[in-house]
């Protein structure tokens, strides 16, 4: 019989118990990364776990944003009261379920109906399933009515052979400009090097500020410090910060990325661009030296997010959809998967010339989820 539990705070369940159900890809759900993530100011986080004979089979996170400051609904959920289930940054969900497929669908659908209930409470009529992948989508839709859209692009940068050379040789032909790009940027005087986030929070928060305000996308200077600053307090040990520094050891810019299992997630990156010397800097800190530093570590995926695909495909990511769905409540026990298949096939082929290729046909084939 399963045991479904509610918990209020990461900080009540074991790390090690967590996250022997979080594989490589999952960072996002990380216990570290949901510790890092419990801020009230923001939103009200929540957990549910299930357990069967006293072992972990399933878990999720879920958030309870006060109107003030919740984040805009994908169309798919306009109308709704929901309450977020998954992680609330990062931009990557699927379910945390033990490794045997036929109890994982009932570890899921217990995960689903504590979640549920929890909505319930709180006077939610939906539940949202942000940034899902197509597999865990697939999941849900087996086991409850859901709607969904296709929400964007995620990047991926899979180096399978594991070596800065097995790298170079997955470019082909456009090689010869990357190489170029790293003989500008050793040319140039500046040099990289590394350190952990903590060593770094207050020289590099000012450029996270300069370069967010460039593109359009400003944030208070005063939670960029603090929200580096909790990163450093729950994460400082998968942290790595890729330092762009002038000869004087003076920091020009960064590259914040995180370790987990196999794979480096490159998290949020900084620059004085009145300082910096058109050496390709951002490339070599975000793209070059952290695929050398995953050389030495053992990992071979770079996840690299859902924005500026283009730069992140001509340098060898791959593109992955991600989802947004929404089950009402209250639950009903009929599988099913609707949504607009127009609007999903316009999207999709929007994100693919953005990415200008970069992607594997059948994942970007939706025919077996199903139409409107």
Request: overall charge negative; glycine content about 8%; some cysteine.
């Amino acid at each position: 019989m399963a045991d479904v539990t509610h918990l209020d705070s990461i900080a009540d369940i074991g790390r090690d118990v967590w996250d022997g159900l979080v594989p490589g890809s999952c960072f996002y759900q990380s216990h570290a990364w949901l510790r890092g993530q419990e801020r009230p100011d923001f939103a009200t986080a929540g957990y549910v776990t299930v357990e069967d004979g006293g072992t972990l089979v399933a878990a999720t996170p879920y958030y309870d944003f006060p109107d003030r400051n919740a984040p805009a609904l994908p169309a798919v959920a306009e109308g709704h009261r929901v309450l977020r289930v998954g992680t609330r940054t990062g931009y990557h969900n699927e379910f945390l379920l033990c490794p045997d497929p036929e109890s994982a669908r009932g570890a899921l659908a217990d995960l689903v109906a504590g979640t549920g209930e929890k909505a319930a409470e709180l006077g939610c009529d939906a539940l949202l399933f942000d940034c899902l992948t197509t597999d865990s989508l697939r999941l849900l839709a087996g086991i409850h009515p859901v709607r969904a859209q296709l929400r964007a692009a995620e990047a991926v940068l899979r180096n399978e052979g594991g070596t800065f050379e097995s790298y170079r040789d997955k470019l082909g032909r456009v090689v010869v400009k990357r190489d170029y790009e790293m003989r500008r940027f050793e040319r140039s005087g500046l040099r990289l090097e590394t350190a952990p986030l903590s060593a770094c929070v207050d020289e590099f928060a000012p450029l996270v500020g300069q370069t967010m305000d460039r593109y359009n996308a400003s944030l208070d200077p005063a939670e960029i410090h603090a929200f580096l600053s909790i990163q450093a307090r729950c994460l400082d040990e998968l942290s790595t910060v890729f330092r762009c520094v002038d000869e004087e050891g003076t920091l020009v810019g960064a590259n914040l990325c995180f370790a987990w299992r196999d794979t480096f997630y490159a998290r949020v990156a900084g620059f004085d661009y009145t300082r910096t010397r058109k050496a390709f800097e951002y490339f070599n800190a975000v793209y070059y030296e952290p695929l050398r530093h995953m050389e030495r570590t053992g990992m071979t995926s770079l996840h690299l997010g859902l924005s500026a695909l283009e730069a992140k495909v001509r340098r060898g990511a791959s593109l992955y959809p991600v989802w947004a769905a929404v089950v009402p409540l209250p639950l009903a026990a009929a599988p099913g998967l609707r949504r607009d298949e127009a609007a999903d096939r316009k999207l999709a082929d929007t994100l693919l010339a953005e990415g200008g290729g970069g992607a594997d046909a059948a994942d970007w084939d939706f025919a077996s989820l199903g139409p409107e």
